[in-house]
Every structure is written in structure tokens, then in C-alpha cells.
């Protein structure tokens, strides 16, 4: 089944600066690649999502990348504020069969003022 | 307004008694799932449902049930708690899944704390 590792763990950036998340899959069916975004001690909620025939996406402030040759999508957030400071979820599905959505571990970033 | 419910939010129980989380949406999706969140092992998927009557084990199955009578509604169900199922579960919805392609966001519910003694 699919595996999806995601780095770093935590993350802590000044405010201004920018973030880049990085998670990679193991499955190369998977076809469907969203970012969660949890604040603590509230539910997940999507901020962005990439289809593997795409290769980036934008979306203001953040940003995805998919490198299917490398199994790899990174989610990028500039100018980093406050209220980024989460837990950042990414996932990976093969969308066409069966919806089991496997997400990575988290990667908890702090924005720092 | 629009949203996934569940029920309750926290409870506290003992090893082998029998309990149901509820999970309730009013947006007329097709798709609806559970979740546990675990420090450090992020969300893992228990089961799914495609449509009425349509379940699929996730990744974490195990000690678990689920039913799907109607479209709103996907209770889970731990016929015989364990400790280890002490977690955090969210029950969440995606819109129809069209040809069998799902791209869609998924909404999650407020989240249920059980702690398992």
C-alpha cells in the first residue's frame, strides 16, 4: 500500500520568511496530492491540492510542487505570518480506485514574530 | 449551515464496553470517512464509505466497525475498546465521487477525544 513520508517534523521560521515542506510517496498510482492545514486543537481543513498531471499550483501565498519521477511534492508558504504557525498535513490517494487517502505524519510549523 | 457533526465530542470509557461515535453531515455527500490522530503518526484512515451501503477498511481497520444506512450518517462503532484505541477521531465528507475519481476536499467534523481506561 501507499506510504507517505513527510519532513521536517517541526519547523520554525521568522515571520516574513519562507517555508517549504517536503513529503514523498511511495505508491506511483497515487494521482491525488492535498495539504491540510490543522490549528491547534481544530480540525484539519484543506488549503491546497495538486493532481499529478500537474506540475505546480499557486494559490497567493502557497505554493505545491510535484515531482512524480521523484515521488516527491513540497508545499512552499512566503511571507510567512502568525497565523501559518500549524500543523501541516500532506496526503496521498490514487483517486481512481478505492478512496483510501493515506497523510503523512505532520510537520508542525512555528512562525515566529 | 453547512457541516459534519459528531457525537460525542469527549468520552471517557472502560476496556470492553461497547461504544458508538456518530457522525452526521447536511451536505448530501457521497463519500464519508474516520480518521484517528495520534501524536506523531498523523491521520490514518479507519474506514471509508463510497455511498450507502458501500464500506472499505482504511489502514487501521482493526477493532473497529462501521455501517452506512444512510447517506448523512456513518457511525463508528468499538464493539470491545482497548487502550490502545485511546486517540483522537475525525469523521469527515467529500462531495460525490464521480466515475469513480475522487479529487474532492474532504470536511472534517470537530473531532471526538476518547480515552480508553
Known amino acids: 500500500g501507499e506510504n507517505v513520508e513527510q519532513h521536517p517534523s517541526t519547523l520554525s521560521v521568522q515571520e516574513g520568511d519562507s517555508a517549504v515542506i517536503k513529503c514523498t510517496y511511495s505508491?506511483?498510482?497515487?494521482?491525488?496530492f492535498p495539504w491540510y492545514k490543522q490549528e491547534l486543537g481544530k480540525r484539519p481543513q484543506l488549503i491546497i491540492d495538486?493532481?499529478?498531471?500537474?506540475g505546480e499550483k499557486k494559490d497567493q501565498r502557497i505554493a505545491v510542487t510535484l515531482n512524480k519521477t521523484a515521488k516527491h511534492f513540497s508545499l512552499h508558504i512566503t511571507e510567512t505570518q502568525p497565523e501559518d504557525s500549524a500543523v501541516y498535513f500532506c496526503?496521498?490517494?490514487?483517486?481512481?480506485?478505492?478512496?483510501?487517502?493515506?497523510f503523512g505524519p505532520g510537520t508542525r510549523l512555528s512562525v515566529l514574530p | 449551515e453547512a457541516q459534519v457533526t459528531q457525537n460525542p465530542r469527549y468520552l471517557i470509557t472502560v476496556t470492553g464496553k461497547k461504544l458508538t461515535v456518530t457522525c452526521s453531515q447536511n451536505m448530501n455527500h457521497e463519500y464519508m470517512s474516520w480518521y484517528r490522530q495520534d501524536p506523531g503518526l498523523g491521520l490514518r484512515q479507519i474506514y471509508y464509505s463510497m455511498n450507502v451501503e458501500v464500506t472499505d477498511k482504511g489502514d487501521v481497520p482493526e477493532g473497529y466497525k462501521v455501517s452506512r444506512k444512510e447517506k448523512r450518517n456513518f457511525p463508528l462503532i468499538l464493539e470491545s475498546p482497548s487502550p490502545n484505541q485511546t486517540s483522537l477521531y475525525f469523521c469527515?465528507?467529500?462531495?460525490?465521487?464521480?466515475?469513480?475519481?475522487?479529487?474532492?476536499?474532504?470536511?472534517f467534523g470537530p473531532g471526538t477525544r476518547l480515552t480508553v481506561l
Open positions: 496526503a496521498a490517494i490514487w483517486a481512481n480506485y478505492g478512496q483510501n487517502f493515506v
Open positions: 469527515a465528507s467529500s462531495e460525490r465521487v464521480r466515475q469513480g475519481i475522487n479529487y474532492n476536499e474532504q470536511f
Open positions: 495538486i493532481r499529478s498531471n500537474v
Open positions: 505508491d506511483s498510482a497515487s494521482n491525488y
